[in-house]
């Protein structure tokens, strides 16, 4: 459903990626891990062409992201639905008009059938009622439910999470995990998630791949990625703590 062909992006003299290739299926949780600066959301920024590359393609079913314009690039990016690192709510709106805001501005939709549909994403991600409290109110894990249901009220079918779980506490975060992956049962959706959380990389990814120095070292599912003799997995595993499986699903038994 995406797919990367040689992508190469430069910020000055440090080249991030380099020549990175890797494809996406429909339907699965595409986790990409990796140190600061190995380029997960470089990446992710690319899909949606906050970012192009110096070389290389990056695909969207048949439609060359990077190679689009206009009209064209608008009916691209209206199959995905992103969840930012800082949930991006504008704070002099309610949870309901911050929610409101992709239909607001792609649609036609009435206002009321905008509310009504607003009200059953914020139930979907376990927020009924809160639609009239503003962002300031809210815990930093409500925020980030908020900025989800925003991401998924025009029905997507691909949803980027930009390290979703950042700066929570491990209960809120696991909590986010689960949401993410109950979602992708429940809609059906593409997601592709960028963190450097590893356990929740194991937990909710169907393949998790690892950047480093701009290459893709490994990509396969979780179970293979723990038994990988990869030395930058290894140490990467290492210094989470996790050995196998079963470390991962204590983390979500607590």
């Known amino acids: 459903m995406i797919r990367f062909e040689n992508v190469t992006k430069r910020?000055?003299?440090?080249?991030?990626?380099?020549?990175?290739?890797?494809?996406?299926e429909k339907g699965e949780t595409f986790v990409i891990v990796g140190q600061s600066g190995a380029g997960k959301s470089v990446s992710l920024r690319h899909m949606i062409r906050l970012l192009t590359p110096e070389s290389g393609r990056v695909w969207v079913e048949e439609d060359c992201v990077n190679e689009a314009s206009g009209r064209e690039l608008e009916r691209i990016l209206a199959h995905f639905?992103?969840?930012?690192?800082?949930?991006?709510?504008?704070?002099?709106?309610?949870?309901?008009?911050?929610?409101?805001?992709?239909?607001?501005?792609k649609t036609r939709m009435p206002d009321d059938e905008i509310r009504t549909r607003v009200a059953e994403r914020l139930a979907l991600v376990g927020l009924e009622g809160v639609g009239d409290k503003m962002p300031a109110d809210l815990s930093g894990?409500?925020?980030?439910?908020?900025?989800?249901?925003?991401?998924?009220?025009?029905?997507?079918?691909?949803?980027?999470?930009?390290?979703?779980?950042?700066?929570?506490?491990?209960v809120i975060s696991r909590q986010i995990d689960l949401l993410i992956d109950d979602l992708r049962r429940r809609l059906g959706v593409t997601s592709v998630v960028v963190t450097h959380d590893l356990y929740s990389a194991l937990h909710?990814?169907?393949?998790?791949?690892?950047?480093h120095d701009g290459h893709m070292v490994h990509c396969s599912a979780p179970e293979d990625f723990i038994a990988s003799d990869h030395p930058v997995v290894r140490d990467f595993l290492q210094a989470q703590g996790i050995d196998s499986m079963a470390d991962v699903r204590k983390a979500f038994k607590q």
């Open 11 to 24: 910020f000055g003299a440090k080249v991030v990626l380099d020549g990175v290739t890797f494809e996406i």
């Open 204 to 211: 909710i990814g169907t393949r998790v791949a690892m950047l």
């Open 141 to 170: 894990g409500m925020r980030k439910r908020v900025g989800l249901a925003r991401a998924i009220v025009t029905d997507p079918e691909i949803i980027l999470y930009d390290e979703p779980t950042s700066g929570l506490d491990p």
């Open 81 to 105: 639905g992103v969840l930012f690192q800082s949930a991006a709510l504008l704070q002099w709106l309610s949870v309901e008009d911050n929610v409101c805001l992709p239909l607001r501005q």
